[in-house]
């Protein structure tokens, strides 16, 4: 089991996890059971020798209506300031290739870290596919984005990505 003794946030949870990946193929999703672990049958068969990344994408958000208009706002906003060409761009059901991982370096510590890695893979010339997923009502916890100080670090955040992966062109 990995563990930090003390909370990182979401990026570095993800971080850790990759970097402790083994197999050739890394599937992740949240543990809030807002998707079925067993539609990851779904990516699998998407699986072709040309892809690197098979995407989720939610089919209807299972969400209260501010979340989803909220939602769908911050995808697209973050469509346009990115250049990404993902329909659900922070659909967190996702199966990559480990050694996207052996070219793309990922930094955020924060919820921000989705469209740090899609940008990146994106721009490193990894190829994608999406499969659409069903989205269920949270079961576990809470979302813990939606409050403004929250709101506001993640504004934060993406400035300083777009700062340095659209206008510098860092990878």
């Known amino acids: 089991m990995i563990h930090h003794p003390q909370n990182r946030g979401y990026g570095a949870a993800l971080r850790t996890g990759f970097a402790s990946a083994r197999k050739e193929w ?14 990851l049958t779904l990516l699998v068969e998407a699986l072709r020798d040309d892809v690197d990344v098979v995407n989720g994408w939610k089919i209807s958000r299972n969400d209260p209506f501010i979340r989803i208009l909220l939602g769908g706002i911050y995808n697209l906003g973050v469509k346009l300031m990115f250049g990404l060409r993902l329909k659900d761009v922070d659909c ?9 991982f052996f070219t793309v370096e990922l930094e955020s510590n924060t919820g921000s870290i989705c469209v740090e890695m ?23 916890g809470h979302s813990q984005f939606f409050n403004w100080r929250r709101l506001l670090r993640t504004a934060r955040h ?7 992966l659209v206008l510098k062109k860092q990878r």
Not at 118 to 140: C, L, M, N, T, W
Not at 158 to 164: D, G, T
């Open 26 to 39: 890394i599937f992740y999703t949240d543990g809030d059971a807002q998707y079925n672990p067993l539609e």
């Open 92 to 100: 967190d059901y996702r199966l990559m290739r480990r050694s996207i």
């Open 118 to 140: 899609i940008k990146k893979i994106q721009d490193a010339g990894f190829r994608f596919a999406e499969v659409p997923v069903s989205h269920y009502h949270r079961q576990y």
């Open 158 to 164: 993406l400035l300083i990505l777009w700062w340095k």
